[in-house]
């Protein structure tokens, strides 16, 4: 099944871009592997900063982006997984779930072990979005994977979620944090996950 946007833009508003990943050397790599094509490459603008939970100034309130054709790195190769369709076809469209499911993991420490984890970006006007029973579905699904969730309200704040398939009890448990690490980086996400930050492995 084919998705599309429509007139969802939520992740142009609840995702953070880092000004420095358009680097030459990134770029070079997404067109020798096929992400990009030489010729979006030299149209697009650089990425620029802008925080989580802050709206995109390129954003037009229900009619996409203002600056598709030229949209920069960063927009051009990251997609959610709504719009991927990853076993998350019992999934609402973003803008009417209020919360986005990032295609890329990240991962928590706990007691030195390192936990891989699904992010999950929280519209903070929906605070209680994260309870929705077709996402908890899904989690506990890649529980069975080995993944826990951390549910994002900004870069600052976020707390962990353990599905029942993690859990010694079959509870769901959230563990709160005064210390929430910003999203790590690529290069950390190798060193700690290694290629399974690449992928995941899609439910039977």
């Known amino acids: 099944m084919t998705r599309q946007c429509g ?3 939520l992740c142009c508003r609840l995702m953070p871009m880092d000004a420095g990943r358009d ?10 592997v096929g992400l990009l094509k030489p010729n979006d490459a030299a149209h697009m603008i650089k990425d620029f900063f802008k925080p989580a939970g802050c709206r995109c100034p390129h954003q037009r309130h229900g009619k996409g982006c203002s600056i598709y054709a030229v949209r920069p790195f960063g ?7 709504w719009l991927t369709n990853e076993d998350t076809a019992d999934l609402s469209r973003p803008d009417r779930s209020h ?3 990032d295609c890329m993991p990240d991962y928590v420490t706990n007691d030195g072990n390192t936990i891989p ?19 908890r579905a899904y989690l506990d699904r890649r ?3 080995g993944w826990a969730a951390l549910i994002r309200l900004s870069s ?6 353990a599905p029942p398939s993690m859990t010694n009890d079959g509870k769901w448990y959230v563990k709160h944090s005064e ?15 290694g290629p399974m930050t690449l992928t995941f492995k899609e439910a039977p």
Not at 24 to 31: F, H, L, R
Not at 75 to 80: A, E, K, L, P
Not at 156 to 161: M, Q, T, Y
């Open 7 to 9: 007139n969802c833009t």
């Open 23 to 32: 680097s030459a050397d990134v770029v070079s790599a997404a067109i020798e």
């Open 75 to 81: 927009c051009r190769t990251w997609s959610c997984r």
């Open 99 to 101: 919360y986005v499911v």
């Open 117 to 135: 984890v699904i992010q999950v970006w929280l519209d903070p006007n929906y605070p209680d979005a994260h309870e929705d029973p077709a996402l």
């Open 143 to 145: 529980g069975k994977e």
């Open 156 to 161: 600052s704040k976020a707390f962990a979620l």
């Open 179 to 193: 210390v929430v690490e910003r999203e790590h980086t690529a290069e950390d996400k190798v060193k700690a996950l």
